[in-house]
Structures are given as structure tokens and as C-alpha cells.
């Protein structure tokens, strides 16, 4: 037969007997392009090949010259995939041209086959018949497996990362996020230009992010970059942002594309700041209490009569200071109550056991700072009155009571610490550290808020304290 007839094709031609005649003609082409290819015909309750080309001969183990006129049954056909066959027979003439993808087991493994199958003219004996092409898909489908696999892995770390993806087509000027890109930073997910990325950069740091980028287009670092930012929202609230990104560019050097991630990296770097303000308190701190316990040790040693007596006061006083530092890490270093530090230094003398001792007054929260100062003042007070005044006596009372006032200034706590019915108090008597420390501390700190007397039935201390300075850290 004359090849160039052979190939010619109407559309009422008899498209079984066309490829049955020219598919030996094609058979190179078809088995290179990995396609199987023939013609089926009704055989009773089986079906029967008039045509088909090597790659089918070989999925059934058959010589290519041996497939005509053998039946499913006789091919080792399953009896399900004769009537599924035998049904796609009945199909093709019913509704005419179809595409369906198969899937079969073979060794135990899955094969997929996408098959296009179009009705054919009868043969001579009036069986139905349907030519069909078939493509081997398999390993398409088991690299969509993979690639499904590797994109699931892929959703689970960007997920647990709580990171998104960007992609910048240079050339397009065409900005844009997966869902999680978009929804960290409130966009809608459609593309964008960069300069609209860019109005949304806080304009505190429209320059870095510029120059950033700017260094990834000449090449610096190898196209890498990496940079946190603000970026304001919707909702006009500034985020902290983590961009990382890489170019590429062409054959001339020129960038036209970038990827990379984006996260919220909004509580590390508040995180940082709470640190870098904590370093700086707690550098703060150790300095305040550093010079607090030379002044601790100066006073000691310049009104002390004995060596003995020298140690007795800064071992004391170190103490009292250790006391209230131990109160505010409980804490963390934030507020403590009013009547805990009192309760601190009073307890050893009998509080809550006697009724010598009294203290009123509702919850009043103090911060580090003035902590500090009242626990020193009320360990001084506290030694004093057990040595020299009401506690030191059988006979002596104590009553200490507050209130949180409205001043001049704002709240004001109101203190009032009275001894009485202790031993008398001299008219004349040398002042010690605690007396020192109220004078040229509190004192000085709050002019006009302390009032230390030395009255003939006990000593009388008097604070009228800020609150807002009590509460400073």
C-alpha cells in the first residue's frame, strides 16, 4: 500500500480499519513515544484485538506480530477488566470519542495510563469495534506523588515556622505571597507592585529596606539578603517583619526574579528590647546596691565603738537590704505590698504574736525602687526601736498605719510609724546610720515627705510620699 494513501484520513473513514492498516506504519513512532495503540472488537462476552502495536504487545507479554485476534481471556485479562473494556466498547458507540485515565496493578505496582478511545465502523461479522491510544503515565504520577509528599513536608515547616512565601518578578514589577505571606501581613493575595510594598514599610525604615535590596541587586552576598522591619498593617498597627530573600540573574547580570520568606518576628524583637531594658535595670540595680552597701560600711565603721560592734551593724544591715531584694525577686522585680516589707522586719519582734505591735492599713503597692528605700527605712526603725525604744520594752507599743491619700501632686501614700510606753527618749542623742540614711536619703528625695521626731514617749516618723515616685522601677 502506497504510505502517502496509507496515512490519508476523512472524517468518514473507518477509523478501526485506518489504524489497523497504518499502525505498523507508525509503530516506530507510536513505541518511541512510549504510546500503546490498537483496535478491540466485541467477542461474545470477551473482546478481541484486530490491531495494536509493539508497547501493547509487550504490557501482555506477547510478540508484536502475535496480538491479532487474541482475546482478553486468552491474554491473561482479569474477568472485571473484560466488562470494564467490554463497557467502554458500549460507551465509544453510544456517546461517541472519550479520554479516561486507567489505573492497574502489575507486579505489584500501580500503572496509570491516560487512553483516548473513539468509535470504529464494524467488522465484517458486526461486532462493535474502538481503536484506542494509550500513554503510559506512571511515572508522571508517581513524581506527583513525590512532589504532593515534598509539598506537604514543605506546609508542615512553613506552618510550624509560622513563615510565608514571597516571589518577586523583577521585570513585571509583580510582587507576590503564598496564603500564609499574605496572611501574616494582611494582604489580600493578589499581586503587587513593590512600590505598594514599599508605602507599607514604616517610614523609619523605608531606607534600610531600600539599601538592602538595593546591595542584593548588585550582587552583594551573593544576591542573599536578610533584614527586620516594620510593616504597617490594615488595621494601622506596625509589625516586625523577617524578610530573607535571594536573587537571581541573567546571563548579563541583570536580577529579574527573587524569592524568599517572610515571619513575624514581632515578639522576638520585643522580647529583645524587654531584655535589652532589663540588662540596663538590672546594671542599674547592682550599682544603686553596690553604693548602698559602701554607705552601709562607711556609716558603720564611723559610728561604731568595736570591732564587734562594726560587724554586728553590717551584717545587719547587708541583711535588711538582702531581705527586701529577696521579696522583689519573688516577684520579679516588680510590685511589692506596703505591709509585706513592715511584716518583714517585724516579725522577729513579736508581730502577729502580741498585740504590742499593730499595723493598719488597705493593700499599698510599691515599686523596686521605692521597695528598696522603705526597707531600709523600716529596718532602721526596727533595730532602733529594739534597742533603744518601744520594742525594747515589755511595757511598749507600736502601731504603724497608712492610707493612700489625694495630694497636691497626686496620690500619696500617708504613713505614720509611733512607739510609746517605751524608755524615754533623750532630749539630746547622737544620730546613727538609720537617721543618716532618712535624712540625707528620703529625705533629700522627697523634701517635705519625711518627719523623723524624737518625742519624750517614743520616736515619731512621719512620710508623705508620691506615690508615682514609690512606684518607679
Known amino acids: 500500500m502506497d504510505p502517502a494513501k496509507a496515512v490519508r484520513m476523512t472524517a468518514d473513514d473507518d477509523l478501526a480499519g485506518w489504524l489497523a492498516t497504518n499502525i505498523e506504519t507508525f509503530s516506530t513512532l507510536f513505541d518511541s513515544a512510549g504510546l500503546l495503540a490498537g483496535v478491540i472488537e466485541e467477542a461474545g462476552d470477551d473482546f478481541r484485538y ?17 496480538m491479532r485476534g487474541r482475546t482478553g481471556r486468552s491474554l491473561g485479562s482479569p474477568e472485571d477488566a473484560i466488562q470494564r473494556t467490554l463497557a467502554h466498547i458500549d460507551q465509544c458507540h453510544r456517546d461517541g470519542p472519550s479520554q479516561s485515565e486507567i489505573r492497574r496493578a502489575v507486579d ?32 508522571l504520577k508517581s513524581a506527583e506523588v513525590e512532589a504532593a509528599r515534598q509539598q506537604s513536608l514543605v506546609d508542615v515547616a512553613l506552618d510550624a515556622a509560622a513563615m510565608g512565601i514571597w516571589e ?48 542584593a541587586e548588585r550582587g552583594d552576598g551573593g544576591g542573599y539578603y536578610r533584614i527586620e522591619h516594620r510593616l504597617l498593617l490594615p488595621d494601622g498597627r506596625a509589625r516586625w517583619i523577617e524578610i530573607t530573600g535571594r536573587l537571581f540573574f541573567d546571563a548579563e547580570g541583570i536580577a529579574t526574579r527573587a524569592v524568599g520568606t517572610v515571619r513575624d518576628v514581632d515578639e522576638e524583637v520585643a522580647d529583645r528590647e524587654r531584655q535589652a531594658i532589663l540588662a540596663a535595670e538590672l546594671d542599674h540595680r547592682v550599682k544603686n546596691s553596690l553604693s548602698l552597701v559602701l554607705a552601709i560600711v562607711d556609716q558603720a565603721r564611723r559610728t561604731s565603738r568595736s570591732p564587734g560592734d562594726l560587724t554586728d551593724r553590717i551584717r545587719n544591715r547587708v541583711l535588711a537590704l538582702s531581705k527586701t531584694h529577696n521579696i522583689l525577686a519573688a516577684r520579679n522585680w516588680r510590685e511589692v505590698d506596703i505591709r509585706e516589707l513592715l511584716a518583714d522586719e517585724l516579725v522577729p519582734y513579736g508581730l502577729g504574736e502580741t498585740e504590742r505591735i499593730q499595723l493598719t492599713g488597705a493593700p499599698a503597692p510599691i515599686g523596686p525602687k521605692g521597695a528598696v528605700s522603705l526597707g531600709m527605712l523600716f529596718h532602721e526603725l526596727a533595730t532602733n526601736a529594739a534597742r533603744h525604744g518601744a520594742l525594747a520594752s515589755e511595757h511598749g507599743r507600736l502601731s504603724v498605719a497608712w492610707s493612700v491619700a489625694s495630694g497636691a501632686a497626686g496620690d500619696e501614700i500617708v504613713l505614720t510609724w509611733k512607739e510609746s510606753g517605751g524608755p524615754p527618749v533623750p532630749q539630746q542623742r547622737r544620730k546613727g546610720f538609720g537617721t543618716l540614711m532618712i535624712e540625707r536619703g528620703l529625705m533629700r528625695e522627697h523634701p517635705g515627705g519625711v518627719r523623723l521626731l524624737f518625742e519624750p514617749d517614743g520616736v515619731r516618723c512621719e512620710l508623705k510620699l508620691a506615690l508615682n515616685r514609690l512606684m518607679a522601677s
Open 168 to 215: 518577586y518578578d523583577i521585570v513585571a514589577d509583580r510582587l507576590s505571597w503564598d496564603r500564609r505571606g499574605a496572611a501574616l501581613i494582611g494582604f489580600t493575595g493578589d499581586p503587587i507592585s513593590l512600590n505598594a510594598f514599599m508605602s507599607l514599610v514604616h517610614p523609619d525604615d523605608v531606607e534600610r529596606v531600600a539599601a538592602a535590596q538595593d546591595a
Open 50 to 66: 484486530v490491531a495494536a502495536n509493539a508497547n501493547t504487545a509487550h504490557r501482555y507479554g506477547v510478540s508484536p506480530g502475535g
Open 108 to 139: 505489584g505496582r500501580d500503572q496509570h495510563y491516560i487512553t483516548i478511545r473513539a468509535p470504529a465502523a464494524a467488522g465484517s461479522d458486526g461486532a462493535r469495534r474502538e481503536a484506542f491510544v494509550s500513554l503510559d503515565v506512571s511515572a
